[in-house]
């Protein structure tokens, strides 16, 4: 039986008003979420969320203790402005949000590839405040030969991620220049085009506050991708994926030739593999980051995760990391081994809430 001292607590995902109006605990893809929570004696209310109806869900949400939040950057064409605006309202009242839309610029967005460049997952990564410094900057690293990938600062689902690379090699490229590029899109193919014509395709991703971000491309790539899910700063399970969206077409072969992504499979956190990564992420990395971005435990996300690629291999043959973004915003699906530690973490904030220690 639900214990109503615990608190009350709204899980906040997308949708229109036939599916606030009819939502369950069991009919959204965040019901094993839910079923945790209840396991612990916590309530915990769906909040469907869309623009059109910001003001009834923001009622809703100043009559609880806590609130997670499953909303992707870019959902339906919108952004997360309104929501955001709506989520710092919230927490100033109180209410305990996770992820804060605060902790979400400091470390959702692809910027803290570049912000935590000098730590252990760091690579030659660089960034573009606006299109005139990348049309000036972009040219002289692609005539190194190497292939660079190119971000949008905040995005889901592949969305404004393109590889780029020189069509035959040349020490001064110019607008006319041929380059390959691939959208990391599912579905997209790598094509062709001038230089000038990409950076058009870039110049929306500049607009407001954007800028875009520049790393270097991780030949290790087709080896896969390791996704570490945590809660607050501890790993609860991995994903891996072998072929991701970049995955090259085999030697020789035509451009659309290249496999598309592939299942991502899941793993809970003892899995023997990883277990020298969970220690580096735990122990080195997202300490390093919490003082690099001044993030306290208790602010870091109720669940993330962070993607890797391989990087090149040490001396003696063991494995690098290279961090290739973090999710923080909308991370889902996730390991079956991933609900019960959100429910423990959601029960230890109810506790301090509780207590007094209360806001986003």
């Known amino acids: 039986m639900t214990d109503p001292k615990r608190g009350q607590v709204a899980i906040l995902y997308p949708g229109d008003r036939e599916a606030r109006q009819n939502a369950t605990l069991d009919n959204n893809r965040l019901a094993p979420i839910f079923h945790a929570l209840a396991d612990r004696g916590i309530h915990a209310q769906p909040a469907v969320y869309h623009d059109d109806f910001r003001e009834e869900v923001r009622r809703q949400l100043l009559s609880v203790d ?36 605060d902790v979400i610029l400091k470390m959702g967005t692809k910027e803290v590839v570049y912000r935590t460049r000098e730590m252990g ?11 005139a410094q990348m049309c000036m ?7 190194s030969g190497k292939a660079r990938v190119l971000k949008q600062y905040r995005g889901n689902g592949g969305l404004g991620v393109w590889k780029v690379s020189l069509a ?11 380059v390959r590029v691939r959208h990391a899109r599912k579905g997209s193919v790598e094509e062709e085009m001038p230089l000038d014509s990409f950076f058009s395709i870039c110049e ?18 087709p080896e896969g991708m390791v996704r570490c899910y945590l809660v607050h700063d501890k790993i609860v399970g991995f994903g ?20 598309q992504p592939g299942p991502r499979l899941y793993h809970p956190p003892t899995l023997p593999d990883f277990q020298r990564l969970k220690e580096k992420v735990e122990k080195e990395w997202v ?23 391989l990087g090149p291999p040490t001396a003696s043959g063991d494995d690098t990391y290279v961090l290739c973004e973090i999710n923080v915003s909308s991370v889902a699906p996730f390991p079956d081994s991933a609900p019960p530690y959100i429910a423990e973490a959601v029960l230890g904030r109810l506790k301090t809430t509780r207590a007094g220690d209360v806001g986003g």
């Open 66 to 101: 806590i609130v997670l939040v499953w909303m992707n950057p870019i959902q339906d064409g919108r952004d997360r402005t309104v929501l955001d605006d709506l989520l710092r309202e919230v927490a100033d009242a109180g209410v305990y949000v996770s992820t804060h839309p």
């Open 121 to 131: 997952w760091g690579s030659d990564t660089h960034l573009y405040r606006d299109l």
């Open 137 to 143: 900057e972009l040219p002289a690293r692609l005539a």
């Open 168 to 178: 035959a090699a040349t020490a001064a490229p110019q607008p006319d220049t041929m």
């Open 204 to 221: 929306p991703y500049f607009a407001g506050s954007g800028r875009m971000i520049d790393q270097a491309y991780q030949e290790r790539l």
């Open 240 to 259: 891996h994926q072998a072929v991701n969206a970049l995955f090259p077409a085999p030697a020789g072969a035509a451009p659309d030739e290249a496999p």
């Open 287 to 309: 300490p390093a980051m919490q003082e690099r971005l001044d993030i306290n435990t208790a602010r870091l996300p109720v669940l993330w995760d962070c993607d890797f690629l």
